[in-house]
């Protein structure tokens, strides 16, 4: 089961956002976050729990491994107001946290 | 590459749900790739109900593996999903999307656009 906090999130443009996503088992580093904007798919944004995929900003950035991740967003912009949400593939199911929503403060 | 859903937009409970997804940009006879759906509940997160391989093999969701067949068809680079017995559970966003395995990374790198499928009377 994979959770994610804080459910919500506000931060004003420019500033750090720090999003926690936490796995009930080891996942390793098989660990994905996607960011969905309203109306929109989900795109990918990090692998690997820490491997950026080809086209996203450098001011995305995961870390960490076993159970606890953290997505950064090092200065936030008014493009990445969405939802984010982490998605284990250690085991199948794949599985995804509830998501957190992060707003412009 | 692309992907973009299509079906009916609303199902009759009890009735089973079918949408197909028409890649363009890459082959869905490609062995380089996984064919999968995901849904999403109107306001909710998101569900991964499974996918299927240029082979035919598949790999379902537990949770949905007595209602779900996945199919594929290579000569209209297509792939598609059957949901039957559906409920109003089952009213959500339907996604199809590409899942790619790279030394042991598991992406969904391209996704389509999304399809509202409404179980109702």
């Given at each position: 089961v994979m959770t994610q906090s804080p459910a919500t999130l506000a931060v004003s443009p420019g500033e750090r956002a720090t999003l926690s996503c936490r796995a009930s088992e080891s996942v390793s580093s098989k660990l994905a976050w996607y960011q969905q904007k309203p109306g929109q798919a989900p795109r990918l944004l990090i692998y690997d729990a820490s491997t950026g995929e080809t086209g996203v900003p450098a001011r995305f950035s995961g870390s960490g491994s076993g159970t606890e991740f953290t997505l950064t967003i090092s200065s936030l912009q008014s493009e990445d107001c969405a939802v984010y949400y982490c998605?284990?593939?250690k085991n199948w199911p794949l599985t995804f946290g509830p998501g957190t929503k992060v707003d412009i403060k | 590459v692309q992907l973009q859903e299509s079906g009916p937009g609303l199902v009759k409970p009890s009735e089973t749900l079918s949408l197909t997804c028409t890649v363009s940009g890459a082959s869905v006879g490609s062995g380089s790739y996984f064919w999968s759906w995901?849904?999403?509940p109107p306001g909710k997160g998101l569900e991964?109900?499974?996918h299927i391989y240029y082979s035919g093999r598949t790999n379902y969701n537990p949770s949905l593996k007595s209602r779900v067949t996945m199919s594929i068809d290579s000569s209209?680079?297509?792939f598609s999903?059957?949901?039957s017995s559906v409920t109003a559970a089952d009213s959500a966003v339907y996604y199809c999307a590409r899942l790619v395995t790279i030394f042991q990374a598991v992406k969904l790198d391209y996704w389509g656009q999304g399809t509202l499928v409404t179980v109702s009377p």
């Open positions: 998605q284990q593939y | 995901v849904r999403q991964w109900i499974g209209k680079n297509q999903l059957s949901l």
